[in-house]
C-alpha cells in the first residue's frame, strides 16, 4: 500500500506518515450515494485483510493479517479460528496472510488456497482441506504447498487469490518493491512478478498451467502469466454476472489506476497493464513514452483525492436492488468509498458514498455467498452495505 504502520502495510515511499495524515476531503465526483449505510458485523479482530465465503455458504470467513482466519456464524464471531498458521507468516511491512479462495466446489472437495508471505518474506500459496470431524475448523496437517515467489522487498506482495468463473485460480502479484520497479519485473515475462496469474489447482498437485494461458510456449515467458504490467494489484475480482475483471492497481508517487478488461476481450488473458511504462493513463518516465501495445486505465486519480485505491467488487446482490451493475473501490488514506457503472466501453453515474466511509482506514472489501458487500477497517472492525 502506501506508508508504513505496525497494521498496515509499509511502503518506502513515505508519502503519507500515518492515514490521519492524508487528506480526508471526498474528491469532486458528480453524485453523492444515497440509499446505503454500514452495518458493523464484528469487531476487535487484528488487522482483518479479507471477507469471503464458500458458495452457497451463510458464513463469513474473515482473513486476518497476523496469520489466522475467523469465522462469523449465525451473526457470532466464534471464538476459535478457522485455521490458524502465524507461526509460518511474516507480518512487517506489507507482509502477512494476504488472501483466501475457496474451491468452486468446496462442499464436496473441503478444499481452499491461503496466499502469505513466509518468515523469508516470500510469496505462499499453500491448499488446505476442511476438517473431517467440524465444518468451523480447517485440518492444519492437510497443507500442500502450491507456489512460492521470491520477493525482493517487504511490499508490493500483492494480495488477491480468487477462482476465476472458468475454475483457475488467479493470483495478483506486485512488482516486488523498491519503488519505480528498479528490476523491470512488471515488465518481464519471464518474472512472476508485477502479474496476475492463472494457474490450475483442481485436483492437480501442486497446479498446471492451463494450455490456453497467452505464453504457453513462448520463450523467456512464464507460462503462468495471465496479465501483466501491474504495480500492485492489491485486490481484483471478476463480475459474477458478467465475468468482466476489474482490477484495483496502486500507483506510486502521483495516481491510482482502477483497469478492467471484459470477459468478451480476455478477462486480461495477455493484457499489458502498462507500469512502469506508465502510471495511471501518464507516463512514468517524462512524457512521450511509447504506450504501444498497454492498456491504459478506465479511471485514475491523482494523489490530491487519495494515495492508495482499494480495489472492489461489482454489485450483484439482492439487499438493495439499486446498487445492481455498480463497481465499488475505495481509498486507504482517505477512507472513501465510491462506486461507478461500466458498459460499452464507458464509464457512467460516478459516485461518492460519504455513508460508507469506515471510522478507520479502509483495507479491503468483502463479498459473501450471497453477492453482499463488506469493507474492512483497520481498527479491526467488519461492516456490510445494508439498505439505509
Not at 175 to 187: H, I
Not at 316 to 330: E, K, N
Not at 375 to 386: T, W, Y
Request: glycine residues 14%.
Amino acid at each position: 500500500m502506501r506508508f508504513f504502520r505496525p497494521l498496515l502495510y509499509g511502503l518506502s515511499l513515505g508519502l503519507c506518515l500515518s492515514a490521519s495524515a492524508c487528506s480526508d476531503n471526498e474528491p469532486g465526483g458528480p453524485s453523492t450515494g444515497t440509499g446505503a449505510r454500514l452495518q458493523e458485523i464484528v469487531a476487535g479482530l487484528s488487522a482483518p485483510l479479507y471477507l469471503t465465503a464458500p458458495t452457497g455458504d451463510p458464513r463469513l470467513f474473515i482473513v486476518e493479517k497476523t496469520g489466522a482466519i475467523r469465522i462469523v456464524k449465525d451473526g457470532l464471531l466464534l471464538g476459535e479460528p478457522f485455521l490458524s498458521i502465524s507461526n509460518q507468516v511474516s507480518t512487517d511491512g506489507e507482509r502477512g496472510l494476504l488472501g483466501l479462495a475457496f474451491d468452486p466446489d468446496y462442499a464436496a472437495t473441503g478444499a481452499f488456497i491461503v496466499h502469505f508471505t513466509d518468515l523469508d518474506g516470500n510469496t505462499t500459496l499453500s491448499r488446505f482441506l476442511v476438517s473431517s470431524t467440524d465444518p468451523d475448523r480447517a485440518d492444519p496437517a492437510s497443507q500442500t504447498l502450491v507456489l512460492t515467489a521470491a520477493q525482493p522487498f517487504a511490499n508490493h506482495n500483492g494480495g488477491q487469490v480468487v477462482f476465476g468463473p472458468d475454475g483457475f485460480l488467479y493470483l495478483g502479484l506486485g512488482d516486488g518493491g523498491g519503488g519505480g520497479d528498479p528490476g523491470n519485473r512488471a515488465q518481464d515475462l519471464s518474472d512472476l512478478l508485477g502479474s496476475i496469474l492463472r494457474i490450475d489447482v483442481r485436483n492437480r498437485v501442486p497446479y498446471s498451467v492451463p494450455a490456453d494461458n497467452p505464453f504457453v510456449g513462448q520463450a523467456n515467458a512464464r507460462p503462468e502469466v495471465w496479465s501483466y504490467g501491474l504495480r500492485n494489484p492489491w485486490r481484483f475480482s471478476f463480475d459474477r454476472s458478467t465475468g468482466d475483471l476489474y482490477i484495483g492497481d496502486v500507483g506510486e508517487l502521483q495516481r491510482e489506476e482502477i483497469d478492467i478488461s471484459t470477459a468478451e476481450s480476455g478477462a486480461g488473458r495477455g493484457v499489458n497493464f502498462g507500469w512502469h511504462v506508465m502510471e495511471g493513463s501518464s507516463c512514468f518516465v517524462g512524457a512521450g513514452c511509447d504506450q504501444t501495445g498497454l492498456t491504459l486505465p478506465v479511471l485514475d486519480y491523482n494523489h490530491s483525492q487519495g494515495c492508495s485505491v482499494i480495489g472492489g467488487y461489482v454489485y450483484r446482490g439482492s439487499a438493495i436492488p439499486t446498487l445492481q451493475g455498480h463497481y465499488f473501490y475505495g481509498d486507504l488514506c482517505q477512507r472513501s468509498v465510491r462506486s461507478f457503472q461500466f458498459s460499452n466501453g464507458q464509464l457512467s453515474e460516478q459516485t461518492n458514498w460519504p455513508a460508507l466511509s469506515p471510522p478507520g482506514p479502509l483495507l479491503s472489501f468483502g463479498e459473501d455467498a450471497a453477492g453482499e458487500l463488506y469493507v474492512l477497517e483497520e481498527g479491526g472492525r467488519v461492516f456490510k452495505i445494508v439498505p439505509e
